[in-house]
Nanobody, 123 residues
Framework: QLQLVESGGDLVQPGGSLRLSCVAS??????IAWFRQAPGKEREKVLC????????TYTDSVKGRFTTSRDNAKNTVFLQMDSLKPEDTAVYYC??????????????????WGQGTQVTVSS
């Protein structure tokens, strides 16, 4: 079994930055994705990082502002969010694709999920 715990969510002003962490309970080579869900909206996949550190951005609105990185020695994945906007307000989740160490566009199996961390961007 794999457990994921997110942290780092907070209230931040527009234009500010936050770094979220996703800590795994054990070493994992699974690809890790960041999702978010805003009130009244469907959950969306934001970015994914594979075991080797390569990443893919799936949400156009965060390109150039959000990046993800990984420290396999510490079982931790990070989401750096810069130039935050009110529309980034959401609960952010990390999830592990138990079927692959690589980010996949189809056939994903995001079986393991964290509990989520709230990010609120407001003045």
């Amino acid at each position: 079994q794999l457990q994921l715990v997110e942290s780092g969510g907070d209230l931040v002003q527009p234009g500010g930055s936050l770094r979220l962490s996703c800590v795994a309970s054990r070493f994992t080579s699974y690809a890790i994705a960041w999702f978010r869900q805003a009130p009244g909206k469907e959950r969306e996949k934001v970015l994914c990082i594979d075991y080797s550190g390569g990443s893919t951005t799936y949400t156009d609105s965060v390109k150039g502002r959000f990046t993800t990185s990984r420290d396999n020695a510490k079982n931790t994945v990070f989401l750096q969010m810069d130039s935050l906007k009110p529309e980034d307000t959401a609960v952010y989740y990390c999830a592990a694709d138990r079927g692959s160490p690589w980010c996949r566009a189809t056939g994903q199996d995001y079986y393991y999920w964290g509990q989520g961390t709230q990010v609120t961007v407001s003045s």
